[in-house]
């Protein structure tokens, strides 16, 4: 068969070798955007984590404090004494 080599395929060895590399570059550059996007998005995430535990540390120590609950409770009375003035009060059933 003219035009085919000892394995039977038309392109050479240095051709098949030269087609396969193309596909692994190919394939190494979608890697490494994809990689680039993965790192950029655990920065994000990190960021939001710490942010996050700063909240929740803010949050534990106002909770700890009776100061700050009382001026939280008594902010939420207020609230309740002005909900009862504005609803209207069913009959107990």
Known sequence: ????HENGSADSRPDRLE???ALLIE????????HKHLLTA???LTGRVDK???TMDT?????????????TDDRL???ISV??????HRPPQ
């Open 19 to 21: 087609g396969l590399m």
């Open 52 to 54: 996050l535990a700063i």
């Open 83 to 88: 909900v009862d003035d504005i609803v209207p």
């Open 1 to 4: 068969m003219p035009g085919t």
């Open 59 to 71: 949050a534990v120590i106002a909770i700890k404090e009776p100061e700050a609950q009382r001026h």
């Open 42 to 44: 655990q920065v994000v």
């Open 27 to 34: 394939d190494h550059v979608r890697f490494r955007e994809e």
């Open 77 to 79: 009375n207020a609230l």
